[in-house]
């Protein structure tokens, strides 16, 4: 018997939310001691070099509160960073916040700009704070399924859902969970969309340094007729292998940003000032962010080099450190079913992509992250090749 004898009444305003696919397959992983490739994260460390930073700063005193858009350096950094890989110029007083991780820069975004009855365009399978955020705060996700096998984006589509409450559309390049990324058609598409309107647009661009085959992450922040209408977000976790950090950034031009404040302030105020600090520092060598691309590229080949012998199908995935696997040749199970089946009697966890959707779509699709050590992905390609 519990001490309290009543409940009062809950209006739950996510009431079709429980606990999320990546928590449960995680929870299922711990369980049966399988070998983890459900979850985003990497399983080695973040450098050395950027922990003793770390250190270095909480020993100096650098524990207290920092400004509200984040440690001035730090955002300085940052703006030098995105002018020498996209010619953008971005003014770190105005154009720069520091966030707790991207996935709070993309609900301060969406709570600055979505009023009450405001549409919200998503591309499905989509990263899953999207359309909570945007329902929280009064909006109306608007859901285009990308096309498979590559998962492309049907602009003719975005044109027929787009009206006159049509607020924003959400873009995520490169894009997880499918590692599809946009090309420079793409952009040239989407400018023809939204030039003659006021659709702002979010960019989640924090895989931007994961992209491989001598391709190139085109940023928003390349485009200045794009960019002018746009709130991008990166992550410092995915970068620098470090996701329970929470740190990441984000860039909108001073009258968006201005916005963007109010809501960052009253949502954390400020976020970890030892680590803004020692990240300011090791962006100073851009050798630090550079070759990241290059380093998943062999992850990524070594998985899918020793799967060609196994009854998967796949796209090489053109982003991200996340696989697609098609399974439809092994089993005709739920994806949900067979991912929890392949952890519990064979070791391996993954997460399905129907929940991806809002009409949890199944294609017999299961999401890998090789964002983990050689031996991980030895293990777990060898067990694959067995089904």
């Not at 599809?180 to 661009?205: C, G, Q, T």
């Not at 996340?322 to 993954?350: C, G, M, N, P, W």
């Not at 929940?355 to 050689?374: G, I, N, T, W």
């Amino acid at each position: 018997m519990t001490m309290y004898q009543m409940q009062i009444p809950v209006f739950s305003k996510l009431p079709k939310t429980g606990t999320t696919i990546f928590s449960t397959m995680s929870q299922l992983a711990e369980e049966h001691q399988a070998i983890n490739l459900s979850q985003g994260y990497p399983d080695f460390d973040c450098s050395p070099t950027l922990i003793d930073l770390v250190y270095k700063y909480m020993q100096a005193g650098h524990n207290q509160y920092a400004p509200l858009a984040g440690v001035l350096s730090l955002r300085e950094q940052i703006a030098k960073k995105v002018n020498s890989m996209y010619e953008a110029d971005v003014d770190p007083q105005t154009d720069v916040t520091i966030t707790s991780g991207a996935t709070q820069a993309i609900f301060t975004a969406i709570t600055s700009m979505i009023r009450e009855d405001d549409e919200v365009i998503v591309f499905e399978p989509s990263y899953d704070s999207y359309s909570p955020s945007i329902s929280l705060n009064g909006g109306r996700p608007i859901y285009i399924r990308l096309q498979a096998p590559d998962f492309h984006i049907p602009w003719k589509a975005v044109k027929k859902v787009m009206t006159a409450r049509t607020r924003m559309i959400i873009i995520n390049t490169p894009h997880n969970p499918t590692g599809s990324i946009l090309s420079a058609e793409d952009m040239e598409e989407l400018h023809h969309i939204v030039k003659d309107n006021n659709i702002l647009l979010l960019f989640d661009e924090v895989y931007e340094h994961m992209v491989f085959d001598q391709k190139q992450h085109l940023s928003v922040l390349k485009y200045p007729a794009l960019r002018e209408r746009s709130l991008v977000m990166y992550s410092f976790g995915k970068t620098f292998h470090n996701t329970g950090w929470k740190l990441g950034y984000c860039i909108a031009p001073a009258y968006l940003m201005k916005e963007f404040r109010k809501v960052h302030q009253y949502l954390i105020y400020c976020v970890n000032t030892p680590l803004q600090y020692a990240l300011s520092e090791y962006l100073e060598d851009a050798s630090h962010y550079t070759g990241i691309g290059e380093m998943y590229q062999e992850k990524r080949d070594l998985f899918l080099g020793m799967l060609e012998k196994s009854r998967f199908s796949f796209v090489p995935t053109q982003g991200t450190y996340f696989q697609v696997l098609d399974y439809s040749a092994i089993s005709d199970e739920k994806d949900i079913d067979f991912a929890k089946r392949l952890t519990s009697e064979h070791k391996v966890a993954s997460i399905p992509l129907s929940p991806f959707y809002s009409k949890k779509v199944d294609q017999q699709m299961l999401r890998f992250c090789f964002a983990k050590k050689e031996e991980t992905l030895r293990q777990a390609a060898q067990i694959l090749c067995t089904l």
